[in-house]
């Protein structure tokens, strides 16, 4: 699949955000599963990371489709708010980072969301890890 998407991004072109949005879906689904079984993650969710953000790394779709990507993912980065319940919060960061460095700006929704990265680095027991690179790009392109 992400070979299909790296080499055939001109000809989906719009089509993507359909398909985001049902990969926003099948990882909402399955960690409410996963939470019916007392877990806070899969391979499911791993792998639909995966294709997400393969998808915001190429040019093709950032930042041309910049506004409907983020707007299809924002109910994903709304589990910063709470990192506690998921696994995939390094994902959210991966994606705020490069959200940030390929608009060259920071959105003002993902201003609601820097206040709650503290969360994050309290989760993963005061280690910055990937959140490093992340807050380094609201610094950079947050200042404006």
Same mark, same amino acid.
């Given at each position: 699949?992400?070979?299909?998407?790296?080499?055939?991004?001109? %000809?989906?072109?719009?089509?993507?955000?359909?398909?985001?949005? *049902?990969?926003?879906?099948?990882?909402?689904?399955?960690?409410?599963?996963? !939470?019916?079984?007392?877990?806070?993650?899969?391979?499911?969710?791993?792998?639909?990371?995966?294709?997400?953000?393969?998808?915001?790394?190429?040019?093709?779709?950032?930042?041309?489709?910049?506004?409907?990507?983020?707007?299809?993912?924002?109910?994903?980065?709304?589990?910063?708010?709470?990192?506690?319940?998921?696994?995939?919060?390094?994902?959210?960061?991966? %994606?705020?980072?490069?959200?940030?460095?390929? %608009?060259?700006?920071? *959105?003002? *929704?993902?201003?609601?969301?820097?206040? !709650?990265?503290?969360?994050?680095?309290?989760?993963?027991?005061?280690?910055?890890?990937?959140?490093?690179?992340?807050?380094?790009?609201?610094?950079?392109?947050?200042?404006?």
């Amino acid at each position: 699949m992400l070979d299909f998407i790296k080499y055939y991004n001109h %000809a989906i072109g719009e089509d993507i955000i359909p398909f985001i949005r *049902s990969l926003v879906q099948r990882i909402q689904i399955e960690l409410k599963h996963c !939470h019916e079984k007392g877990e806070k993650n899969n391979i499911i969710i791993n792998k639909c990371w995966n294709i997400i953000r393969q998808i915001i790394e190429i040019e093709a779709f950032i930042p041309t489709m910049y506004g409907p990507i983020e707007n299809e993912l924002k109910p994903l980065f709304e589990f910063i708010v709470d990192p506690m319940k998921i696994e995939f919060e390094d994902d959210i960061i991966l %994606a705020i980072k490069t959200f940030i460095k390929k %608009a060259n700006g920071v *959105s003002p *929704s993902l201003w609601i969301i820097f206040p !709650h990265l503290i969360k994050v680095f309290e989760k993963q027991k005061n280690t910055f890890g990937n959140l490093l690179d992340t807050l380094n790009q609201y610094l950079i392109y947050g200042k404006d």
